[in-house]
């Protein structure tokens, strides 16, 4: 008996420290995302020295008005913003990659990505019905978005119906979006088919404070509450049926996971575009280092998101001085050798 409470008070104590082990490396990743969000606020057509940002942000130290007002009505917002997505698309592609056993999912390519851009194509192609540029784009690339995840939410309701089977709905979706963007931009004038391409590439500069609470504040919810179904979808990864035997049901777990994450991530792709690559790198990153336990994947997915978008958005701006790349193009040209680096060494 004895031997039996020292071999589980060993087992514990091992759990703790990998437990431990796991939350420095959030936090590590944590520290990497703000120090990619002061890199950010200092990088621009007139460079501000790290310092001095720190200093603007915390309201310490000697800061000349004039560096206050880039730092926090200029740059802040855009920076925020980026974090902001990183986290929902990372988040997002953790728990799609989860609920479907699949690698390769993730919101982009179940199809919302293609939806958003549909929808916003629609409004710049037709007009923005009496409503401001600014928000008539937004609000239809998020109406295309749901309308996508409504037809995936259906066929996730029908009976019998498995994760590989959802995937080739979204991979029909994605295809489906992507013929009527085509025919919406072939059918425009030149100067309007270039609006609707400059959408696409995915861009944070039309960002403020409005669009980012409004973000941040979807994104915060949707994050809490798949944190609070983190041992549920923990259960999952053995698979249904032992998921099922501990009291999991999975058919009612992928419906509420797949409207939490098609609200968060349409919410995110609609003020800023179409950014790929976030929500499968990040997941594969936190994968490899901590694991499937959702109680360190998904914040590690989210600070791995949000650090990998903080970051292009730094190159976007540092590619050419004083030009702004959209950070979409600046995400695919990171992500896809960084894509092929986890395929080559995981094999």
Not at 218 to 238: D, K, N
Not at 241 to 254: I, K, N, S, T
């Amino acid at each position: 008996m004895a031997n039996v409470d020292t071999s589980l008070r060993a087992t514990i104590q091992h759990q703790r420290r990998l437990e431990r082990r796991r939350w420095r490396i959030v936090g590590g990743i944590g520290f990497v995302a703000f120090f990619t969000l002061v890199l950010d606020i200092a990088t621009g057509p007139s460079m501000l020295a790290p310092g001095a940002v720190v200093n603007a942000l915390l309201n310490i130290g000697d800061v000349d008005e004039m560096t206050r007002v880039i730092v926090m009505e200029m740059r802040l917002p855009m920076a925020l913003m980026a974090l902001v997505v990183g986290a929902a698309l990372g988040v997002g592609g953790a728990e799609i990659q989860t609920l479907l056993n699949n690698p390769m999912a993730s919101p982009y390519t179940l199809g919302l990505a293609a939806a958003a851009g549909f929808g916003a194509s629609l409004v710049i192609a037709l007009g923005t019905f009496g409503l401001p540029l600014l928000f008539a784009v937004p609000l239809g690339a998020f109406i295309m978005t749901m309308l996508a995840s409504g037809v995936l939410f259906a066929v996730a309701s029908l009976p019998r119906m498995t994760s590989a089977m959802l995937v080739l709905t979204g991979i029909a979706l994605l295809f489906l979006f992507q013929s009527l963007l085509s025919l919406v931009q072939y059918l425009s004038a030149p100067e309007v088919s270039q609006q609707i391409l400059f959408w696409l590439f995915g861009n944070l500069t039309k960002t403020n404070w409005l669009s980012l609470s409004i973000t941040a504040a979807v994104t915060v919810v949707c994050i809490s509450l798949l944190m609070r179904l983190s041992w549920q979808l923990t259960a999952l990864r053995l698979g249904e049926q032992r998921a099922a035997a501990l009291g999991v049901d999975p058919q009612r777990l992928r419906l509420v996971v797949l409207f939490l994450v098609a609200l968060m991530t349409s919410v995110a792709i609609s003020f800023v575009g179409v950014i790929g690559f976030i929500g499968l790198v990040a997941p594969h990153v936190a994968r490899m280092l901590v694991g499937e336990d959702q109680r360190f994947f998904v914040p590690l997915s989210m600070v791995t998101g949000a650090a990998f978008l903080s970051a292009s958005s730094v190159l976007s701006k540092s590619i050419i001085p004083g030009a702004l790349f959209p950070v979409g193009i600046v995400t695919a040209f990171i992500g896809v050798p960084f894509f092929f680096w986890i395929i080559i060494s995981r094999r």
